[in-house]
């Protein structure tokens, strides 16, 4: 099947350690999307890539890292400088005109 | 500053009955609207895309316009049902391929 893949749904970090959330597609789209989700509020924009090997901070990149060097896979690191990380984070594909999502993986800090 | 707007934060309706949920934006200048549907921990499912240069789409019992001039959208939701309880999500893309989310308006059907 066609779609986005997140992995893993669930994941749990210690204090000062870095942890990397994956998105994978096999739609062939060319930008994809990392967003924040925090309870009643919306989706913020973490990073976004427009094309391999290319990438743009959004609103809120503080304390994250991302790459892109595969069309398919845009992997996301929330690494110890991000205070407070405990989060719903959802990966995103645009298909140049309408957006396709994952089903997210929740982190959380312990 | 683009931003995204969804009034109210929190809807219930009894069963059966038609409903309109509101987006409003700051912009004119929108490249498309999308409505997702998101269900508590789950990831977004796009429901409705209208470009710029429509009015409206239809899929179903859902209906989403668009006015561009008065920067709003609607979500209309004939004879609801209780599956249709989640939260319902406008996202704006203003030309430079990133969507603008609003808050959300989390819907509730009572049986």
């Known amino acids: 099947d066609g779609g986005i893949t997140q992995s893993p749904k669930y994941l749990f970090r210690k204090e000062g350690q870095n942890v990397t959330l994956s998105c994978e597609q096999n739609l062939n789209h060319d930008a994809m999307y990392w967003y924040r989700q925090d309870p009643g509020q919306g989706l913020r924009l973490i990073y976004y890539s427009q094309i391999v090997n290319d990438f743009q901070k959004g609103d809120i990149a503080e304390g994250y890292s991302v790459s892109r060097e595969k069309k398919e896979s845009f992997p996301l690191t929330v690494t110890s400088a991000q205070k407070n990380p405990t989060a719903f984070y959802l990966c995103a594909s645009w298909a140049g005109y309408e957006a396709f999502f994952g089903q997210g993986t929740r982190l959380t800090v312990v | ?111």
């Open chain 2, 1 to 111: 500053k683009q931003e995204v707007t969804q009034i109210p934060a929190a809807l219930s309706v009894p069963e059966g009955e038609n409903l309109v949920l509101n987006c409003s934006f700051t912009d004119s200048a929108i490249y498309n609207l999308q409505w997702f549907r998101q269900d508590p921990g789950k990831g977004l499912t796009s429901l409705l895309l209208i470009q710029s240069s429509q009015r409206e789409q239809t899929s179903g019992r859902l209906n989403a316009s668009l006015d561009k001039s008065s920067g709003r959208s609607t979500l209309y939701i004939a004879a609801s049902q209780p599956g249709d309880s989640a939260t319902y999500l406008c996202a704006v893309t203003f030309g430079n391929e990133k969507l603008t989310f609003g808050t959300g308006t989390r819907l509730t059907i009572i049986p």
